[in-house]
């Protein structure tokens, strides 16, 4: 069936570093791609999406990149701070577009 | 404020003690969804509903209920809850039928099925 993965499980960057966090989509009919973010004891929050028709978005530090030959798509946080640290987690869309198909997830942590 | 709200946040049960977690939104979002959070496994859509008496069975429907009797409503239903139920839940909602939007979570609910 359909699934994304997402590497790594958990990634470590100095504070100021940047983070890359990939992931990878079986389904080839999928085209949006949402990036959410959870804090410790929350809901996960919408950070950032991009559809099939763009290669790369950029909103402030953080950008996502798709590479739909490939099926792949990358979230870079720039310039990282403490409130970076969090869990993310990638989605891609089924064909119905009413489900999406989530990632694992990423813990951030940023070490100061 | 907008938001998604679910009670209880936390709860211990027992296998096979029925209970229900309430999910409610004030942004007159027609699409709404049940998620369930287990560690290296992300979230897992359980139900999800696209209107008022209109839901369908996500990607692991198995021992669990739901109801769409109003807008603003989506109650998730354990009729008889198993150990391995036991997870981290989350109910969702956004203005259209479409995952193409963005989704508003609530803050979670953390069951423990003995």
């Known amino acids: 069936g359909e699934n994304v993965e997402q590497h790594p499980s958990t990634l470590s960057v100095q504070e100021g570093d940047s983070a890359v966090i990939k992931c990878t989509y079986s389904d080839s009919a999928s085209n949006y791609f949402p990036w959410y973010k959870q804090e410790l004891g929350k809901g996960p929050q919408l950070i950032i999406d991009?559809?099939?028709n763009v290669g790369e978005k950029k909103d402030q530090r953080i950008a996502v990149t798709l590479n739909k030959t490939a099926k792949h798509f990358s979230l870079h946080i720039t310039e990282t701070q403490p409130e970076d640290s969090a869990v993310y987690f990638c989605?891609?869309?089924?064909?119905?577009?009413?489900?999406?198909?989530w990632g694992a997830g990423t813990k951030l942590i940023i070490k100061p | 404020e907008a938001q998604v709200t679910q009670n209880p946040r936390y709860l211990i049960t027992v296998t096979g003690k029925k209970l229900t977690v309430t999910c409610s939104q004030n942004m007159n979002h027609e699409y709404m969804s049940w998620y369930r959070q287990d560690p290296g496994l992300g979230l897992r859509q359980i139900y999800y509903s696209m209107n008022v008496e209109v839901t369908d069975k996500g990607d692991v429907p198995e021992g669990y209920k739901v109801s769409r009797k109003e807008k603003r409503n989506f109650p998730l239903i354990l009729e008889s809850p198993s150990p391995n139920q036991t997870s981290l839940y989350f109910c969702a909602s956004n203005w259209g039928g479409g995952s193409q939007e963005t989704q508003y979570f609530g803050p979670g609910t953390r069951l423990l099925v003995l």
């Open positions: 991009i559809r099939s």
């Open positions: 989605a891609a869309s089924k064909g119905s577009n009413y489900q999406l198909i």
